[in-house]
């Protein structure tokens, strides 16, 4: 029997699920890439020929070990990570996210974080049925510890998310203000250090004294974006509960195999990053003798700057193979506003050519 009407998303998929927008990737074939805060240098080719060992001998029959205990031992040592503290490993931070607000997502429950932030922090809100609050920062993108404290004791967020340097603004906020935010936070607070490599400031040294942080990290920015590996470290009591949202075999083998075989020469990637911070103060001081372009500090691999009209500077970096990101339209304090990531000493000449093009319209 055939029926009149078969099944549809609409009769079945959320509302709210519906009313999304997907997260849209922008097509970057043949593009200088600085769109992503992806590390641009690759790997030497003795460190791929160790990479090509590792998945040679990687036992892909089998599932992954859900404990990654060497993976985790690896990291602890290469990471300066503190002892007494459990890790959680993510594919990726992202899933790490979203992980931390399924398990606080009660009815009700409310996530918060200090904006403009990180997307994913409000669309797994979304997904997990939560409702994401975002306190705004002050326009010179501080952290406004005092509406932060305000906000915290109307809604009682049950997870606060701080990144720190924070993403898409690239400063780092006051060690102090986020102190108070985490001593009167009601819940959990979770310190995303994604760009942690290009700050030198860290809150991991703080676990001892905050039994309700978690510190969040990500190989991805230091250069590992493809593997997809983030891990959390926190007091066990935390852990524990979390871990039980996991996936058992969130992180796979191939994944365990290449970064474990490219830690154990993390020096690698810290040297890329120490190249990419130079770059960024020499890209800092160009773009800030260009008049009308309004460059803020930044502490991570990215600079945000202002721009008298941001579409047209995005499409006319577009124009000539540069692709970078406009913000503006996302948040009200990133009026004009473009990001664009350090790449190369080349790459960056490009950009910086292309954009004094644009300049002279
Ligand atoms: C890039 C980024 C992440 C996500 O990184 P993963 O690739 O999922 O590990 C998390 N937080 C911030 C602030 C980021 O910018």
Redesign the pocket.
């Given at each position: 029997m055939k029926r009149s009407e078969s099944p549809s998303p609409q009769s079945v998929i959320r509302e709210d699920i519906r009313a999304l927008a997907a997260y849209t990737v922008h097509p970057a074939q043949g593009m200088v890439k600085l769109d992503a805060?992806e590390n641009p240098y690759g790997l030497p080719g003795w460190l791929r020929e160790e990479l090509a060992r590792a998945v040679a001998g990687a036992q892909i029959n089998r599932y992954p070990d859900p404990e990654a205990p060497a993976l985790k031992a690896l990291l602890r040592r290469t990471m300066d990570l503190p002892q007494g503290f459990d890790i959680l490993l993510g594919n990726?931070?992202?899933?790490i996210?979203a992980m931390v607000i399924s398990a606080v997502a009660r009815p009700g429950a409310v996530v918060m974080a200090p904006t403009p932030a990180?997307a994913?922090y409000r669309m797994s809100a979304i997904l997990a049925k939560a409702e994401f609050v975002g306190v705004p920062l002050a326009p010179d993108f501080s952290l406004d510890a005092q509406s932060m404290l305000a906000a915290m004791q109307e809604r009682r967020p049950g997870v606060v998310f701080v990144?720190y340097p924070n993403?898409p603004t690239g400063n780092l906020f006051d060690e102090a203000a986020v102190c108070r935010v985490i001593e009167a936070a009601p819940g959990l607070v979770v310190l995303?250090e994604?760009?942690h490599v290009f700050a030198g400031r860290s809150f991991m040294s703080r676990l001892r004294e905050y039994p309700n942080l978690l510190v969040?990290r990500?190989l991805?920015?230091l250069g590992l974006?493809g593997l997809?590996l983030?891990y959390a470290v926190a007091q066990s009591d935390w852990i524990r509960e979390i871990d039980k949202v996991r996936g058992p075999y969130n992180v796979g083998v191939l994944t365990q195999a290449v970064a474990q075989a490219i830690l154990e020469h993390a020096q690698v990637l810290q040297e890329q990053a120490a190249a990419i911070r130079v770059e960024r103060e020499r890209l800092f001081a160009e773009l800030r003798r260009l008049p009308g372009v309004e460059v803020f500090p930044s502490e991570a691999n990215f600079l945000l700057l202002r721009v008298p009209d941001a579409e047209a500077a995005f499409q006319g970096l577009l124009a000539r193979g540069v692709l970078v990101r406009n913000l503006h339209g996302s948040h009200p304090l990133l009026d004009q506003c473009l990001r664009f990531t350090v790449g190369t000493p080349s790459e960056n000449a490009l950009l910086l050519a292309a954009f004094c093009e644009v300049r002279a319209g």
């Open positions: 805060m990726g931070s992202d899933e996210i990180f994913m990144a993403n995303d994604a760009y969040l990500t991805s920015k974006a997809r983030g």
